[in-house]
């Protein structure tokens, strides 16, 4: 007896805080309302919170909603009368009752937000007429709902009615004089059980499974997609632990991880055969086609196999047209005759070209290099081809091929004499030597340009290749400013200021131009 009497004195405990919590947070009394929930909270009787229709606006609002199902192109527009206080599934019961569809037919999109049975219209926004909302229809098979579903589902709704209807009846209480004439006047009684014939009936377990954001369909909880529209599931969704697959759950998540092995296996079978075409064509010098093709230059059908894909652009030739575009060329590089930025690698260049061929477009480069390079000097040897690029402090130039030994600044050959000598014996072979002639032409033309100068004692002449504006003479081993044409120093040499072109005295550079021939 005392195991049933403690159950119902915690409920009456339960009741008597529920209602004062009411009051103290109705009130802004949070102090109170503390203490009431720790209360509560120790007695471990569920209890629902809920903010009062009364807190809410009164005045009625016209909702537009879309309606649509799975074969309509588009929506249709309904104006349908609620409330803002007004709960997703009290929508429902009035869309069931207005236009026939059962509630667990109906998906709600708020607000692009599936809205969920216990939430209310305000909390989505609904605040005003005009506000939109979209409606689902699901159809019969999709929502899994039978004869015997639906006739439970309207019968649990009328009881569901019956009962909020006698809960708000006000009961007078027994005895209570009704009228001031004195005479009695009975309360209605409150029956004791749900008339005869209702029953309540067993209502289907809530169904598992997420709620496609797009079309609302509700999916079982494994799959990774809509059944119906194929939007992804929501990241955020866990598969419920007590969820226990059926047979096709199963049959599909074994068939989808056999398409994910297979899949798998495919891909590394694709690589690995990419990868060996890889390696078989980095061991090709010239990339065969393997289709036909229309040579864009001659414009004729190439068979596959006697055509070249350039391996930097791709663009594809035929082998006479590509070997015409190198031999013609009067370029170092040679260009994808597809007006690309792309050039012929020389691997690709030599194997469409004869030895001969190959070796004159060598030549060609060389050569080109040679002009295109500032401080190149070739040998003046006699048909000789070696030069070379020279540095600053280098003046002599050892040919490789001849084995000549070049002056680089008198650009002459004068083994066995130094460069005054050579000039001296030069003016005097000029009169009648006519390669002489020309060389001093030559030397007359640097100095005339400025490339040359005389030396300011010994009178030979000199030039400066490269780099600062300081030189010195090969000969007397002067140092001379380049840019005034003058010693750098005074009579007594290095340091002595009170001649030369006095660089940096008093801090002032020696020429305006002057590039720090101190």
Known sequence: MASESAPTDHLKEAEHLSLALSEALSSGDEQEAVRLCQRLSQLCVPVKVSVSSQAYPQDSIRLWVGVEDAQSDSCIPVFVEV????????????????????????????????????????????HQSGDKAFLFILSANAAHLTWQRQRLEE?????????????????????????????EKKAPALPARPPAGITTPDLPEPQLGWACAMCTFMNKPTRPGCEICGHERPEDYEVPDIHQPDQDEI?????????????????QEERDRNYMMLLAAENQDLISTTLEIDCPICLNTIEPGEGVVLRECLHTFCRDCLHGTIVNSQDAEVSCPDSCESKLMDREIKALLTEEEHQRFLELRLNIAESCSEHSFHCQTLNCRGWCIYEDEVNE???QICDEINCILCRAI???????????DLRIRAENDQAAKQTKQMLENLLKNGEAMKCPRCDITVQKKDGCDWICCLMCKTEICWVTKQARWGPKGRGDTSGGCRCRVNNQPCHPDCQNCH
């Open 83 to 126: 409330s803002p206080y007004m709960t997703i599934a009290q929508l429902k019961d009035k869309i069931n009752l207005d236009y026939g569809f059962l509630p667990s037919l109906q998906r709600w999109v708020i607000g692009k937000r599936l809205a969920h049975d216990q939430e209310t219209l305000y909390s989505h926004g609904v």
């Open 155 to 183: 019968e649990q709704h009328r009881f569901e009615g019956i009962v909020e209807s006698i809960q708000s009846m006000q009961l007078l209480p027994r005895g209570l004089d009704g009228c001031r004439g004195g005479g």
């Open 251 to 267: 049959l599909r998540i074994q068939q989808e991880e056999m398409a994910l092995l297979e899949y798998e296996k495919a891909q």
């Open 397 to 399: 130039f050892h040919c």
């Open 414 to 424: 004068h083994s066995g004499m130094n460069c005054k000598d050579y000039q001296d």
